[in-house]
């Protein structure tokens, strides 16, 4: 009798551990990574904002094709093949076959992804007859910026696996546009779903893709929960859950490393890199990235409208300085807007130099021997082209005092500072630019093209028809040697006209818990969760 | 007589909230900016949209058939739009005042449970070691500056020891439904096998910030308990049973306590709007999601809808909490009611 009693105990305890450690399990399966803003919107078509492309791009949708960081070569994703007419007119993509949109409690897909949705994911950014054209103002920020609707002449089905895109002329950088993190496949089903029961205005809120997470929950300042998609394309997903913890504050992301409530944290800053690097249970990977941080005038309102007042106040700034205060050692000087590892990067011979005796000559001459007021906004967050924002406004101010320029800083909240930058409510700003493509376009139609001055992107508000002649004649070309010539000119047209000062390149940082793996940094575009497991 | 009270101070509530509302409105013409925007919460409005704001709003009439207005929307639930979110502040309001109640909550019950004992003990022990210890480290607790004091725990249980989180108050991988916004209260309705995990892991998230919150509170109980139990004791008819040879012990449980705690009662409800103060601070510095850190990032993010309707919410919960606690403490004590004015 005794003996039945222990055994019937040691059973239940054993059934105990076991549930114990199957509950464990259930926590470790889960990953939470520390980001630094809440997310714009859930679809990558209508932001550029690097904050919310990093949480949903890679994580909710895929591709049509995607570019290897390592070789910079092509790679299938969403389309297994594709081919380019002998002039360059027109690309056709053959289609991936039995790939599922995401089901979830707003969605259940009836069909397998199919070239309705290509067509209709492409046609919404330039085609006034899509019925989502017009959703949210009809604004495209990173297709519009580099001419999308000047590009695409139409989409043709070909068959149920394969579309073709005709195009006006041939341009270099098509492809490449079609592998940036915006270029993702939406679902023509669900828009049409959605469509039936007038409630268009949720599709970009509520996300369907293809992608290896499924959208489950987002709480404005506080978390975005996804969930795996078990029915995943391209491989088993090891995470069953994945959550962002919105954190705003960089220091607080770091102690949330420390104590583990976070796994992963989005741009540590640099100053604190050493306190982790201390750690053995924290990892630091740190990776050159294509990026720039730049001081942009916004040169349509005066007196920045006056090439000399331009002159005069980047010959103000010591940007050694700069390099010193805020990227402690872990930025490269720029030397051009292009980073050196860009292929057409041409080092610039007449970057500005330090000299405030030259600047308050050129202010004088440009008429205000007395120097006047003017604004600097800082972007509130810390992104690998700069830092720390605030503190190089800071530097500045002094720098400009000298000169006899008070400056006044501005701050907001992140995704109100981009939307009044894209107002062109400013007098400068502190911003940068990281890449979505080694493709060097990428750096000049996104930020300096007068189609981008149009759709809010282009922050020095600078359209100048000369310089977009030479970035329409770069891309009208695939002669490498050609394209470089004009990549060249337009960078020096850079310098001489000072739409914006190139300040630095940042290198891309990430700590993460030692017991994470498979999160890899890439030289350009959004981070990509899909291979991210716990050990 | 009792009613008589209950009257007055119905009317003194009534006086405080009609202030209170004509502030809130008067604020979205204070504010920078139109305010039509300020009250509605709906930016850079076209010309249609405007004409219907203008109608709803009725800011074609005077001041005082606005605010009529204003006071109808109100008691609906319309507190307009927060500009960051976009989405309604009343839904806001009522998302994230049970985390601020929660805390504060604990942090009381925390801070009676240990303060009155200890005040006790203190008076127990007057001008031996024990009051002169207590009274000290009371003294400290008092004059900390809460935020200090945060800081100072964070780095020592989580950041050197890893004892306990720093923020939120859930490990956010237990997904747990909101129904009551009570987080343990959430948890126990919650129906999901890792029950005990996610309690256990939400007192963990618990603990730092209530210390933190009930440090204030404690000292002041501790000190006014102390206080009360030496005026008690002074009396003669303490005096008259000691002489007749009671001991310490049943002096104090027998005779003194329940003269003596009548004014800490009052004092428990008083702390709470201090602690309501306080609790802001604590939810900042431990990313609470509670209303106080929701004020403070509006007003960094000047969306003027939200500040007006955190900053009513709050103070109308302030007021109406103090009110309570002074009726509460009427119904106990017969003598405070023939108090002629209110006061808050």
């Known amino acids: ?535 | 007589m009792i009613l008589d009270y209950i009257l007055r101070r119905l009317g003194l509530l009534f006086f405080m909230v009609l202030l209170l509302s004509i502030f809130t409105f008067s604020l979205s013409y204070l504010f920078p900016g139109d305010p039509l925007s300020n009250l509605s919460g709906i930016p850079d409005t076209n010309f249609t949209q405007n004409a219907q704001l203008e109608e709803k709003y009725l800011f074609n009439s005077n001041y005082f058939m606005q605010y009529i207005a204003f006071v109808g929307r109100i008691l609906q639930g319309d507190w307009g739009m927060s500009f960051a979110s976009g989405s309604s502040v009343f839904a806001h309001v009522v998302d994230l005042i049970p985390a601020t109640l929660e805390l504060s909550i604990y942090a009381l019950f925390i801070s009676v449970l240990v303060g009155v004992p200890v005040g006790i003990l203190a008076s127990a022990y007057n001008k031996q070691w024990p009051d002169k210890f207590i009274s000290s480290t009371a003294m400290i607790g008092y004059s900390m500056p809460i935020f200090w004091l945060a800081l100072l725990l964070i780095m020592v249980f989580s950041l050197k020891l890893g004892w306990f989180p720093m923020s939120g108050r859930v490990s956010l991988l237990y997904e747990i439904p909101a129904s009551t916004g009570f987080i343990l209260l959430d948890i126990l309705l919650a129906d999901f096998p890792y029950n005990g995990l996610a309690m256990l892991d939400a007192l963990h998230h618990l603990t730092l910030p209530t210390i933190v919150l009930a440090m204030y509170p404690t000292t002041v109980l501790v000190r006014f308990t102390r206080e009360s139990m030496l005026k008690v004791m002074d009396q003669n008819f303490i005096k008259t049973a000691r002489a007749k040879g009671l001991t310490r012990g049943q002096l104090i449980i027998h005779h003194a306590l329940r003269n003596a705690l009548l004014p800490v009662i009052k004092q428990i409800g008083l702390q709470f709007s201090t602690l309501i103060t306080l609790a802001m601070i604590t939810e900042v510095i431990f990313s609470w999601p509670g209303i106080g850190r929701w004020l403070i990032d509006s007003i960094y993010q000047r969306d003027y809808p939200a500040i007006q309707g955190g900053l009513m919410a709050v103070s109308l919960f302030i007021i109406i909490a103090t009110i309570m606690a002074e009726l509460t403490y009427t119904l106990l004590d017969p003598l405070s009611r023939n108090q002629a004015h209110g006061k808050v």
């Not at chain 1, 630094?36 to 919310?52: I, L």
């Not at chain 1, 897909?109 to 209709?120: M, Y």
Request: charged content about 20%; glycine content about 4%.
């Open chain 1, 1 to 535: 009798m005794h003996k039945l009693l222990l055994a019937l105990i040691s059973l239940s305890l054993v059934g105990c551990i076991d549930s114990k450690e199957e509950i464990l399990e259930e926590k470790n399966q889960g990953l939470v990574y520390c980001a630094e803003a809440n997310p714009v919107s859930f679809n990558p078509q209508v932001t550029t904002t690097g904050s919310t492309i990093d949480i949903i791009a890679n994580q909710l949708y895929d591709r049509l094709i995607s570019i290897d960081p390592v070789t910079a070569e092509f790679k299938s994703e969403l389309a297994t093949d594709w081919k380019i007419s002998k002039d360059g007119k027109s690309v056709t993509f053959t289609l991936r076959k039995g790939v599922k949109f995401h089901t979830t409690s707003y969605f259940t897909p009836s069909r397998e992804f199919n070239a309705d949705d290509v067509i209709f994911t492409f046609s919404r950014l330039f085609d006034v007859y899509n019925p989502y054209h017009f959703i949210g103002d009809a604004n495209y920020p990173y297709f519009q910026s580099v001419g999308i609707d000047q590009l695409i002449r139409k989409i043709v089905r070909v068959s149920d696996h394969q579309v073709r895109f005709e195009l006006f002329n041939a341009e270099s950088s098509f492809l490449a546009n079609m592998a940036t993190d915006f270029a993702v496949v939406l679902s023509k089903e669900y828009a049409m779903a959605l469509k039936a029961n007038n409630q268009e205005n949720l599709f970009d809120q509520y996300p369907i893709g293809t992608g290896p997470y499924i959208y489950k929950e987002y709480r404005r300042d506080h978390l975005v929960r996804f969930y795996k998609n078990a029915d995943y394309w391209k491989h088993e997903v090891a995470l069953e859950q994945l959550v962002y913890d919105i954190t705003p504050n960089g220091t607080t992301r770091i102690a949330k490393i420390l104590t583990k409530e976070c796994d992963v944290t989005a741009h540590p800053s640099s100053a604190q890199l050493s306190i982790l690097a201390q750690r053995d249970d924290i990892n630091v990977e740190r990776e050159t990235n294509l990026n720039i941080g730049y001081w942009a005038f916004n040169t349509e309102r005066p007196p920045f409208d006056n090439l000399k007042v331009r002159q005069a106040l980047v010959h103000a700034i010591d940007i050694d300085k700069i390099m010193q205060a805020v990227y402690y050692g872990n930025g490269l000087r720029a030397q051009s807007i292009l980073p050196p590892t860009s292929w057409a990067f041409e080092l610039q011979k007449n970057m500005p130099i330090f000299d405030p005796q030259l600047a308050k000559k050129l202010l004088t001459e440009a008429g205000f021997p007395k120097g006047f007021d003017m604004s600097i906004w800082a972007m509130p967050v810390s992104r690998i082209y700069n830092p720390n924002a605030r503190k190089m406004a800071e530097l500045m101010q002094s720098d400009l005092r000298k000169i006899g320029v008070n400056v006044n800083i501005v701050e907001y909240e992140w995704n109100t500072f981009i939307q009044r930058i894209g107002e062109h409510r400013h007098d400068s700003v502190l911003l940068g630019w990281a890449a979505d493509t080694p493709d060097p376009d990428n750096f000049f139609s996104p930020l300096l093209s007068c189609t981008a001055t149009f759709s809010g992107k282009n922050p020095a508000n600078w359209c100048n028809p000369e310089f977009d002649l030479l970035l329409t004649k770069a891309l009208d070309t695939t002669d490498l040697n050609l394209r470089k010539q004009y990549y060249d000119a337009a960078q020096s047209m850079i310098i001489k006209q000072l739409p914006l000062l190139p300040i630095a390149h940042g290198m891309r940082f990430q700590a993460s818990s030692a017991d994470v793996e498979g999160i890899t940094l890439g030289p350009f575009g959004a981070i990509s969760l899909a291979n991210a497991r716990k050990k």
